[in-house]
């Protein structure tokens, strides 16, 4: 894993707290092309709700949080977050790679299977 100096320049965060408790942090800035950016994927505005072993709201402080979250970094661990009221696991899966070549259609078999007669069933 890349350098945690680098990795803290890299993201921008704020403390969130409900009734003077410490419940998140908020993504306030993040460089495109940056570690965090790379490793996690976060846009602006991300509020990360924690990381696969610990829900940020059990942690004291933003602080603590925020020594979490570069842990999480360091070991290559997940994060819960919330993106426009979705809760997500980032870094996200990647896509599944598409077996339709581009500008072509799934238009039915191909290979040994494609002179097959397709005969409608209703």
Same mark, same amino acid.
């Given at each position: !894993?890349?350098?945690? %100096?680098? %990795? ?8 969130? +707290? !409900? =009734?003077?408790? @410490?419940? =998140? ?11 965090? #950016? ?16 610990? +829900?940020?709201?059990?942690? +004291? #402080?933003?602080?603590? *949080?925020? #020594?979490?979250? @570069?842990? %999480?970094?360091?070991?290559? !661990? ?6 426009? $009221?979705?809760?997500?696991?980032? /870094?996200?899966?990647? *896509?599944? /790679? =598409?077996?339709? %070549?581009?500008?072509?259609? +799934?238009?039915? /078999?191909? $290979? /040994? ?10």
């Amino acid at each position: !894993r890349e350098g945690l %100096a680098e %990795a803290k320049t890299s993201i921008t965060l704020e403390p969130l +707290s !409900r =009734s003077g408790k @410490f419940q =998140s942090l908020l993504v306030k800035d993040i460089v495109p092309g940056g570690i965090m #950016d790379k490793q996690f994927g976060f846009k602006a505005g991300d509020v990360i709700l924690g990381t696969n072993e610990m +829900s940020f709201d059990m942690a +004291s #402080d933003g602080d603590m *949080a925020t #020594d979490l979250l @570069f842990e %999480a970094h360091a070991r290559g !661990r997940t994060l819960t977050v919330m993106r426009d $009221g979705n809760r997500v696991t980032l /870094p996200l899966a990647p *896509a599944a /790679p =598409s077996t339709v %070549a581009p500008g072509k259609t +799934s238009g039915g /078999p191909t $290979g /040994p299977l494609k002179d097959l007669i397709q005969i409608p069933t209703h």
